[in-house]
């Protein structure tokens, strides 16, 4: 197992693996798969200990979007019977956000669909982050509000936004195949519109839309050299009536590979699991917690997450603990240096130091194949995942509707 001891030493450190490691963990065998979580187990408990940050979606606006991102139940032409409503008031928006922080969530993720927020819809989003920090003192607000315009980032966080989501999604070879309305490079810039305005950024990826190892190892390096704070991992939830509903890759161990693999490139950045957690790991849930330091409670954008009480005891029975209002997410050298009060950036990368390089706001945050071989063992045989509809619920309950959220 000399990757694995070689990974761990280097995420003890904050050092960069090599490509060819990140692509080892990929290609490790189910033979070697706990192994493997419990290696970046050790890394995820040197910078988090067992600490679960929680954080809770308000979809502000739904559906309607002029964007085409393929992964996307809110896409221009999609047809999944979606909520579908315009913004929620302050109040309304204040009043969802309240029921996620009852349920021991601290962070709230205040998203709207569509290609990018005019000034009009700042100054709405500016004031429902007023009113819901306001009523809830000392609570984190994310906005992710798609592609940022000049100042836009700057008035978003004199509102007291803490921190910006806006994934890359994919490698920014692959990124044409899954969007056309927008580019690579657009979303590249919002995330240094965030920075640069002093908000702590938020910027990940989803696995399960057809890509290679290589892909996903590249975008993984390619944030890492973006520095996000944050890095929330989605899994492809495959909406019926949209262009990737029959994309079913994923399994529970090829999951736990992926948050494996994006823990060892980035050590001490809070992982996230995002959208799919439910959907692809299923009952191995609890064993991503060794990977992860943070999860959404209850339910996601557009679709329904397990209960939030079952998710408090999933965490409690795995041996974790909540991450209460009192304690500090990132490690102290990122902390330290915070630039939107709820985290920080440094200068040089996922938290590192070293010279290597270390938003969409769909699914959850929103929404394969194998390579191969480590660790002395083969590469893992591809496994073609079964369908799991019967997983994928629409949400109808919660923001936009009469009816209680799920937190
Ligand atoms: S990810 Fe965002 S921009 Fe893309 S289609 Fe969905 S709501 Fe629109």
Redesign the pocket.
């Known amino acids: 197992m000399d990757l694995l001891n070689t990974l761990v030493d280097k995420g003890l450190r904050r050092e960069l693996p090599t490509r060819e490691e990140a692509l080892a963990v990929l290609a490790t065998s189910d033979d070697d798969l706990l192994d493997v979580v419990a290696a970046a187990g050790k890394v995820r408990r040197q910078w988090f200990g067992r600490r679960v940050k929680l954080n809770y979606l308000v979809n502000l606006k739904s559906g309607l979007?002029p964007?085409?991102?393929s992964y996307?139940s809110?896409?221009?032409g999609s047809t999944a019977g979606i909520l579908k409503y315009t913004w929620l008031k302050p109040d309304e928006a204040s009043q969802a956000a309240a029921a996620g922080l009852a349920g021991g969530a601290k962070r709230v993720c205040l998203v709207a669909?569509?290609?990018g927020p005019t000034d009009r819809d700042v100054d709405r989003v500016s004031e429902t982050i007023k009113t819901i920090k306001d009523q809830n003192e000392g609570v984190e607000v994310c906005a992710c509000l798609?592609l940022l315009s000049d100042g836009q980032a700057e008035r978003l966080r004199e509102a007291g936004a803490d921190a910006y989501n806006h994934n890359l999604n994919t490698s920014e070879g692959t990124y044409a195949d899954i969007?056309t309305t927008h580019t690579y490079a657009d979303r590249v810039d919002t995330v240094h519109k965030a920075h640069a305005a002093g908000l702590s950024a938020c910027s990940g990826l989803i696995a399960g839309m057809g890509e290679s190892d290589e892909d996903l190892v590249d975008v993984v390096y390619s944030l890492r050299e973006l520095d996000p704070d944050s890095v929330p991992v989605n899994f492809l939830i495959p909406f019926e009536g949209t262009p990737l509903a029959k994309e079913w890759n994923l399994t529970p161990q090829r999951c736990l590979r992926i948050l494996a693999m994006v823990r060892f490139v980035c050590p001490d950045v809070e992982v996230r699991i995002a959208g799919g957690r439910e959907v692809h790991l299923r009952t191995m849930q609890p064993l991503a917690l060794h990977l992860a330091n943070s999860i959404f409670l209850g339910d996601y954008l557009t679709s329904e997450g397990q209960a939030g009480k079952a998710d408090l005891e999933m965490i409690a029975d795995a041996g974790f603990e909540v991450e209460g209002a009192d304690q500090v997410t990132l490690p102290e050298h990122r902390a330290a240096t915070a630039g939107g009060g709820c985290g920080s950036h440094e200068s040089a990368g996922c938290g590192s130091h070293e010279g290597a390089g270390c938003g969409?706001?769909?699914g959850a945050g929103?929404g394969s194949h194998e390579g191969g071989g480590v660790c002395g063992t083969a590469a893992a045989a591809p496994v073609a995942a079964e369908p799991r509809t019967d997983l994928v619920a629409v949400r109808r309950r919660g923001a936009g509707t009469d009816l209680a959220p799920n937190a």
């Open positions: 979007c964007e085409d991102c996307c809110q896409r221009l669909s569509g290609r798609g969007t969409s706001h769909e929103c």
